[in-house]
């Protein structure tokens, strides 16, 4: 299986601020790397697909980058409501393993 | 549009097995191209990937829990069927179904999850 490692695990930062968040693949998986919002009590929500393409009605502060292995998730400005944990996965090969997800809270 | 929705026991004794169903619907599982998954997430932990059928009955499994996963569909019923066996406090979580395309192997519809624990 491929694994994915995603850091940091948790992060702070304010309202305002350039976030990145890094996930890596145990072997290259080319651009085939989604990233999930997923927020208390509720089902993940597509952000970003095939690592850089941003999933209809997500806002433009999301992007993504990178291929291979090693990928990036940047909020460009956070807002309040981007407070979450986020995740990637991979979709090159089955089982679509998910990273470990990274908790985004507010400093 | 589409949806999905999670149903099965919110309460099974170790080493029972687990039967979930999902119930979707504004896609069809004949429709070329059309996959359901199941994934779970154990309370405040992450995301686990258990299974995936296709539209032509393809399957995929959890390498770890494959010996005990079932995925089955009901084309008619607009259903999926997990089956988990030999159950443990361990598989406590929430499950979720959901919708994958095929062409471009995105998660890009999910059920609410349903919340199972495994307790004597």
């Known amino acids: 299986d491929i694994q994915m490692t995603q850091s940091p695990s948790s992060l702070s930062a304010s309202v305002g601020d350039r976030v990145t968040i890094t996930c890596r693949a145990s072997?290259?998986?080319?651009?085939?790397l989604n990233w999930y919002q997923q927020k208390p009590g509720k089902a993940p929500n597509l952000l970003i697909y095939a690592a850089s393409s941003l999933q209809s009605g997500v806002p433009s502060r999301f992007s993504g980058s990178g291929s291979g292995t090693d990928f990036t998730l940047t909020i460009s400005s956070l807002q309040p409501e981007d407070f979450a944990t986020y995740y990637c996965?991979?979709?090159?090969?089955?089982?679509?393993?998910f990273g470990q997800g990274t908790k985004l809270e507010i400093k | 549009q589409v949806t999905l929705r999670e149903s099965g026991p919110a309460l099974v004794k170790p080493t029972q097995t687990l039967t979930l169903t999902c119930t979707f619907s504004?896609?069809?599982?004949?429709?070329?191209?059309?996959?359901v998954s199941w994934i779970r997430q154990p309370p405040g932990k992450a995301l686990e990937w258990l299974a995936r059928i296709d539209w032509d009955d393809d399957k995929y499994y959890s390498t770890s829990l494959k010996t005990r996963l079932t995925i089955s569909k009901d084309t008619s019923k607009n259903q999926v069927v997990l089956i988990m066996t030999n159950m443990d406090p361990v598989d406590t979580g929430t499950y979720y179904c959901a919708r994958i395309q095929a062409a471009t192997v995105i998660i890009d519809y999910w059920g609410q999850g349903t919340l199972v624990t495994v307790s004597s």
């Open positions: 504004g896609f069809s599982l004949s429709t070329s191209g059309m996959c």
């Open positions: 996965q991979q979709s090159y090969s089955n089982p679509y393993t």
């Open positions: 072997q290259s998986i080319s651009k085939y």
